[in-house]
């Protein structure tokens, strides 16, 4: 079986697929425009998230077999154009799922802190004691829209720092320490809101004007899902009248963002998509995928 590597994938994970018989071609800088001219020449693809296999692409790959995409969502990839062509579309939905809920976690404690602004007045040769009277997290409550893998991994974590943890999911049976409750009590309900769902057609700008407006002032809120969840202009909105204290977000609408005025407001803190960026992760991801592929070639194979 011949797989192309589109994205970066940990070099020993490589050598076990070649290892396994696999031909493995690494063209982990490809662009979406030479993509079509060089993928129907393979079996398999590996992605991550800078890869997208959109319809189009798909129609012109017919010995395409699978796709492995290292990493949780399939919001990259026209899985279900992709399955009714007879291709097996792959993730590795637990990988990444503690390091981004450490993510999480890490940038709740610096909301609270100020940790952000109290290192810039550092740096600036300040000794500002006065402005950083900071909120414990411990007692204050958590809203976790979306308790799947990285929810229910931020809210064990949250748990154990004092927090009460209330979560909104219509499709996950109830959680043992989570209270499940509907969207509108749990934004009336939470001091930290953070969103792990994935951004489909229903879930795009659920966070909006009508959603802040029913929420604790001083909320603060953390994205490290998708961008495009929480609406851009309304959380600018509420994030300069005060409503809401203090943003945190991994991702944006737009990666990289083309208008960058949320990351200029003060009492927003940023990181250029990293939630599965660690070492750790990563590692997991590419024995997962390798894993994934090997098992696949073997299943192809006559008996
Ligand atoms: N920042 C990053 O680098 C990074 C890394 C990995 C994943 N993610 C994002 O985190 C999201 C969550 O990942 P996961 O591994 O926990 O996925 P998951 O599939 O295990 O969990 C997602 C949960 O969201 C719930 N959900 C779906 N629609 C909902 C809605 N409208 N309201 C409330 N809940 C809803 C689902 O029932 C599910 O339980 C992914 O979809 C991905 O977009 C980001």
New binding site residues.
């Given amino acids: 079986m011949k797989i192309l590597i589109c994205d970066k994938t940990e070099k020993e994970y490589i050598e076990q697929m070649r290892a396994a018989g696999l031909t493995v071609d690494v063209r982990d800088d490809i662009t979406p425009e030479e993509l079509p001219n060089v993928l129907p020449a393979y079996d398999g693809m590996v992605v991550r998230s800078r890869t997208k296999v959109r319809q189009a692409l798909i129609d012109v790959c017919p010995n395409l077999k699978v796709i492995v995409r290292g990493?949780?969502?399939l919001?990259t990839i026209d899985h279900e154009y992709a399955k009714s062509k007879g291709i097996v579309v792959m993730n590795t939905?637990l990988a990444?799922?503690a390091s981004?809920a450490e993510l999480t976690i890490g940038y709740m404690l610096m909301l609270a802190r100020s940790l952000y602004k109290a290192t810039s007045t550092m740096k600036a040769e300040k000794w500002d004691k006065k402005s950083f009277t900071g909120d414990e997290i411990g007692g204050k409550t958590l809203g976790l829209?979306?308790?799947?893998?990285?929810?229910k991994e931020t809210a064990r974590r949250a748990m154990a720092l004092g927090m009460k943890v209330v979560a909104?999911?219509?499709?996950?049976a109830p959680l043992s320490g989570i209270q499940m409750v509907t969207l509108d009590e749990l934004l009336a309900q939470a001091d930290y809101i953070s969103l792990?769902?994935?951004?489909?057609k229903?879930?795009a700008n659920?966070i909006g004007a009508e959603q802040f407006a029913k929420m604790k002032h001083g909320v603060r809120i953390i994205n490290?899902?998708?961008g495009g969840i929480v609406n851009e202009d309304a959380l600018y909105e509420a994030l300069t009248s005060g409503k809401v204290a203090g943003a945190a977000l991994?991702?944006f609408a737009e990666e990289p963002p083309t208008d960058w005025k949320l990351l200029k407001l003060d009492n927003v803190i940023a990181s250029p998509?990293?939630?599965?960026?660690t070492k750790e992760a990563q590692a997991r991801v590419g024995a997962e995928v390798a894993e994934k592929l090997i098992d696949f070639a073997k299943n192809m194979q006559p008996a």
Avoid: E, F, Q, W
């Fill in positions: 990493g949780a969502g919001d939905p990444n799922s981004v829209i979306g308790c799947g893998n990285i929810g909104c999911d219509p499709y996950v792990h769902l994935p951004k489909t229903d879930s659920m490290c899902a998708r991994d991702v998509h990293i939630g599965a960026g």
